[in-house]
Each structure stands twice: as C-alpha cells, then as structure tokens.
C-alpha cells in the first residue's frame, strides 16, 4: 500500500533531529480486532504508534483533530454491504470532521470462528450438533458444522456485520439464541469471556479468542469462503499530490469517491450527475446513499469511480467534477487513492 510520507523527525531540547517520532495511526479497537489486522497488514514496523478506538466515529475524530495522522475503518463487505457508520463518518452531516479525506484502502480476508466454552459434560469425541436441531431451510446449507454441542449457548456478541455475514450458520445451529449487537467483533469476545456461565458465545477471529482465552466452537462460520473486507485509510486533507502518476489513469489504477445531493423534484437530477461520469469517460464502481437529515426522505449520494486526482492527464477526473458543481446542489470531494483490488486479484 502506498502512502505519502508524513513522519516528522523528533527534535530534542537543543533543536537536534533525534530520530523519527512514530506515527500515530487511529484504528477500531480493541487490539485483535479484525480492524487491528488490517492495520497491521499497511502500518507495519516500529515507524507507526497504533491506537486503537472505541467506535468508528472517534477514529474519525481523532484524525480530524490531529491526535492521528490516518485512521483505519471498515468500509464494506463482500457479501455483507456497506459499513453505516463509515458512511455516516464521511457523510459528515454535523460538520465535525469537514477535513477528513480517503488516501488509500486496504483488503482483509476475514474468517469468522464462534468462540466460547464448551459444555462441560460434553466432550471432543460427541456427535456434533447432539442435542442442537439444524433449522430446516430451502437455501444452500451453511459451510461448515459446530465442533461440538452449541446446546447451552443462550446469546451470542457480534459486531452486525459479522452477524449478518454468519447468518446461515446461525439460523441454522442456533436458532432462537439471543443475537447481541456491539461494536466490534473483538468486545464481543471480552463480554463472551466475561461470562462466567459460559452460556455466551460470539463471533470473531481465532486470533481473538487465544487473546481473550475461548475456544472455537465453530471454524469458518462465515457464509461465504471468499468473505473480503475493505478498509478505508483517512487522513486529514487530501494528501495526494499532483506529479505521482503511475500508469492506468482511467483503467483502474485509482479510484476516488465525492458526495452530493440533487433537488429531489427535479426529474432527473440524479441521473445529471451520473451522466457527468459517463461524459468524462468514466467508471462508477458504486453508488450509496444515505438520509440527507435535510428534509425527510432526501439523501445524500455517495459515488466511487476509477480515476484520480493524483494521475488525470486527460482532464477526465477534472471535467466529471466540473459538471457535478454544475448540476448538484451541494457536493464534497473524499479522496483519491491506489486501487488495491486489482492488484490483489492479480496476485501482485
């Protein structure tokens, strides 16, 4: 992943460089969080100062306010859809994080494990599923089999995207169980490892539970093998700098992303920015939207398209902005950056 560089050289009380001060990066916490990986995967090395956060909004928060030069939040899944509260973050409707900018993504492979503890009259060798009865389903069967009997689980800690991107092996093996929303996949497994009835169960990585002291109970729970998850890094200003052009303009090199909204009675206005794109010679890779809280019923329109600022030798990227000004009623730029997709998906 490629990132500008913005480490500063600590001075000592006589003006003196004395090496580089680490640069702090802001992630969803806590540490073992599927939001950690990614983190680690781009910031690696003694150069960079992780700190994790509560919620996705303080990640926001703390980059706009300078306590973190980049912050890492989950964007979307592949079969799970977009994050809300990343969207809500770069929606920015309060005003609070006007500065925030997107400089560059990062891909995460994620495979969900239940974590808990076993049944203590149970053991390794039982049938499993001995007392728990599959849901009977028209669909196409969940991936994989508990390790062993899910009988006394009562609820299960999730993060909702990781719910939703388990459902059919919930639904399946633990019907009627109470599904807990919290905000990250690895504070599920702390309330899970609190529980000292061991009737609580969540949903995360292996890597959480060695943390945190659960068994699996369940391995590759997730619904889909290929279950991916971008992860946007942010930063305050738009850190890109004209000059960097690296090849593939327009072919996917770069993606970048703005926001905006239409007037709602006027026909069309949506499809006015759109055509912006499509005149300039550009690909939209996704359209989201979210409730503008300017009237009821009007939104405010997200769209991520391939080109950039940092490589637009045709003007494309320019004149695409250019004719959203003219045809939107307000609208933001949100960054550009590296396409890392297509990389990954040639093994490069």
Not at 19 to 40: C, D, E, I, M, R
Not at 202 to 213: D, N, Q
Not at 331 to 345: A, F, H
Request: glycine share 10%; hydrophobic share 35%.
């Amino acid at each position: 992943m490629e990132l500008p560089a913005v480490a500063q050289p600590h001075r000592d009380s006589a003006g003196e460089a004395a090496g580089p001060v680490p640069v702090p990066v802001a992630f969803l916490g806590p540490f073992s969080s599927y939001s950690h990986q990614a983190t680690k995967s781009a910031f690696s090395g003694p150069g960079w100062d992780l700190k994790p956060t509560q919620t996705i909004k303080e990640v926001f928060e703390v980059v706009q306010s300078g306590a973190a030069i980049y912050g890492v939040v989950p964007f979307e899944n592949s079969t799970h859809g977009t994050v809300t509260f990343t969207l809500d973050g770069l929606a920015d409707r309060n005003a609070t994080c006007k500065d925030i900018s997107v400089c560059a993504e990062i891909y995460l492979d994620v495979h969900h494990c239940l974590l808990g503890r076993r049944r203590p009259t149970a053991n390794v060798t039982e049938p499993p599923l001995e007392t728990s009865t599959p849901t009977p389903t028209p669909t196409k069967p969940p991936r994989t089999k508990p390790l062993t009997s899910l009988a006394h689980i009562k609820r299960v800690y999730s993060h909702p995207q990781a719910l939703g991107q388990s459902a059919k092996f919930l639904s399946t093996y633990l019907r009627g169980v109470e599904l807990v929303d919290v905000n990250s996949t690895s504070r599920a497994a702390e309330l899970a490892a609190e529980d000292a009835s061991g009737t609580s169960a969540a949903v995360a990585s292996e890597l959480t539970g060695e943390v945190v002291g659960l068994e699996v109970l369940g391995r590759g729970i997730q619904d889909c093998e290929d279950n991916v998850t971008r992860f946007f890094v942010l930063s305050k200003g738009d850190i890109w700098e004209k000059g960097e052009g690296k090849g593939d303009a327009y072919g996917g090199g770069y993606k970048s992303m703005i926001s905006f909204t239409v007037p709602h009675r006027t026909p069309g206005a949506l499809a006015d920015v759109l055509h912006c794109f499509k005149e300039a010679g550009l690909n939209l890779t996704s359209v989201n939207s979210l409730p503008s809280l300017v009237a009821p019923f009007h939104y405010l329109f997200f769209v991520e398209f391939e080109g950039g600022r940092a490589e637009d030798p045709e003007e494309r990227v320019k004149r695409a902005v250019e004719g959203v000004e003219r045809v939107a009623e307000v609208w933001r730029w949100l960054g550009s950056w590296r396409n890392q997709w297509r990389g990954r998906r040639n093994g490069e």
